[in-house]
């Protein structure tokens, strides 16, 4: 199968912080890849931008370089990746001072679509968009594009927010949250809203438990200060599970507009429910073989932030009262994985009754790795010698299904194209975050208020015992991390 690539029209993108760890690993390997593809035009330019006074031909140099890291298969197109450095421009601009922004606004046109990417440290977001207002840089139809954290608190994101909104209007706000870019993520949109199997049962008659995963291998090393000072709540859950969570208990939309989705979203994070202390399990990696521990990578001997949090989250509305959603993120774990699982209820009867107990179905939704969907059912036992019942899961790897040629496109390769497309479905409204901010808010302050201490787990481990008694004490079980 082969993807449909519908060009976007002429573009002037400004990469602020493009010398920066994100801008070289994911944003400029993203353009290049939509360039290959032949979705940005030849007429675009992306304008790079740090504060260093390099010259543009000594930062194409370094581009080439880049992208030959970061996007190793892609670059090998020598030809193609020598023009697309050919888009990319140069300017040294200080985003708390006046260097460089003459310069700037000579180098942007007045007649293409027009686009600031601020992907910098978040103390910048205000001062690079007040400059880019009082220098009649922002223009009624601009974009500007944030990274996250968004705050790390309620109080903070509304200052940012007050901060962006002095200077542009909503409709122009783009916020990432990158795992809204993932194919999976729009694929659970579709598999809930262009399919008419599932919407009768999404609900909690029908639905026991949803749980949502996000398991990582890799520490807090290169990021320990930040870390730190979020932890995995701060970090994973206000924003990434919460998001999933979202996707899987929203009601339709009306139509797939950016306003009919992220209202819906803000509706569930709405009905979410305070989360009593029983209700959550906070962990921290212990010592691993080399001998270092969490508070080892973190150089704070006395930290006490969690690495690892799961936690039982209640939706009070209509479709989902009495259907708990288990949350479960952290670092050091056993595998890389993020998934969400919707486990049916058991069927209320058997009529097989020497096959022992029937189990609900169970249908998986993979993030990563391998994205796809699997569902479990229960068939009968191949051979003779009576009915026996056995399960099997009915496996869909989006790899498989799509053919080879469809590379996995990187979350960033989306996102950025629906910037210009200025499309603001899969990027959260204002209003989305402050509401999860409120949510995450009273959790972290209650956790805090009672000085709980994070249990200690073994690197490797699906994490602390706690994590695995909230759901055993409601009878219930987590997918194995890795399976
Ligand atoms: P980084 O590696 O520290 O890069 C920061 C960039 O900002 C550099 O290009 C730096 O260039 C530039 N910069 C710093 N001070 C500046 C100033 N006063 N004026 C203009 N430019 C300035 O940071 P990063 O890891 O790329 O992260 C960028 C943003 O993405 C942050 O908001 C981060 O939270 C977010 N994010 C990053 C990742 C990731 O994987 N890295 C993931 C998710 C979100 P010079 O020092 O040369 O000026």
């Not at 080439?64 to 190793?72: D, I, M, V, Y």
């Not at 400059?131 to 500007?144: Q, T």
């Not at 490797?460 to 994590?467: D, F, M, Q, T, V």
Request: hydrophobic share 40%; aromatic share 8%; net charge negative.
């Amino acid at each position: 199968m082969v993807s449909r690539v519908i060009p976007v029209d002429p573009f002037d993108l400004v990469l602020f912080g493009a010398t920066g760890d994100l801008a070289r690993r994911k944003i400029l390997p993203a353009l290049f890849h939509r360039y290959q593809v032949g979705q940005i035009p030849p007429s675009a330019r992306i304008i790079c931008s740090a504060r260093g006074d390099t010259v543009a031909s000594e930062f194409r140099k370094q581009a080439l370089k880049t992208l030959k890291e970061f996007a190793p298969e892609a670059a090998s197109d020598e030809t193609a990746l020598l023009e697309f450095v050919e888009l990319l421009d140069y300017v040294g601009v200080d985003a708390t001072g006046d260097t460089g922004w003459s310069k700037l606004a000579g180098m942007v046109r007045p007649d293409v679509t027009r686009a600031f990417y601020l992907s910098v440290a978040p103390p910048l977001f205000g001062p690079l968009a007040k400059r880019l207002k009082d220098r009649g840089l922002a223009l009624s139809d601009s974009r500007i594009v944030v990274e996250k954290p968004f705050g790390r608190d309620l109080e903070s994101a509304r200052a940012l927010n007050e901060e962006l909104r002095a200077c542009f209007q909503e409709h122009q706000i783009y916020r990432i949250d990158h795992y809204l870019g993932k194919e999976t993520v729009q694929n659970l949109m579709a598999l809930r809203f262009a399919n008419s199997l599932w919407e009768p049962l999404w609900n909690s008659t029908h639905i026991d438990h949803v749980q949502i995963t996000v398991a990582e291998t890799v520490g807090i090393k290169g990021r320990e200060d930040y870390y730190d000072h979020a932890g995995a709540m701060r970090d994973m859950v206000q924003n990434h599970l919460v998001q999933l969570l979202c996707l899987t208990a929203m009601e339709p939309p009306s139509r797939f507009s950016p306003n009919a989705v992220r209202d819906e979203k803000v509706k569930v994070i709405e009905a979410l429910d305070p989360v009593p202390p029983e209700d959550i399990a906070r962990g921290q990696y212990r010592e691993d073989a080399g001998g270092d521990s969490y508070r080892d990578h973190a150089g704070n001997p006395t930290s006490q932030t969690e690495s690892f949090i799961a936690m039982k989250v209640r939706v009070s509305n209509w479709r989902w009262a009495g259907t708990p959603f288990y949350l479960r993120t952290g670092k050091r774990l056993r595998a890389r994985e993020s998934e969400i699982v919707v486990a049916f209820r058991d069927p209320p009867h058997t009529i097989f009754p020497s096959a022992g107990p029937l189990r609900g179905n169970v249908l998986v939704i993979r993030l990563q790795p391998d994205e796809g969907i699997t569902l479990r059912t229960t068939i009968k036992d191949p051979g003779p010698g009576g009915l026996r019942l056995t399960e099997v899961s009915l496996d869909m790897s989006f790899a498989e299904a799509l053919g080879a040629d469809m590379r996995a496109q990187d979350a960033y390769e989306r996102l950025v194209m629906d910037v210009i497309r200025g499309d603001q479905t899969l990027f959260m409204r204002g209003d989305e975050v402050e509401a999860a901010w409120a949510w995450a808010d009273q959790i972290i302050e209650n956790w805090e208020g009672r000085r709980d201490t994070p249990a200690l787990y073994d690197p490797g481990s699906s994490g602390p015992e706690e994590a695995l008694m909230l759901m055993h004490r409601d009878g219930r079980r987590w997918r194995q991390i890795g399976d």
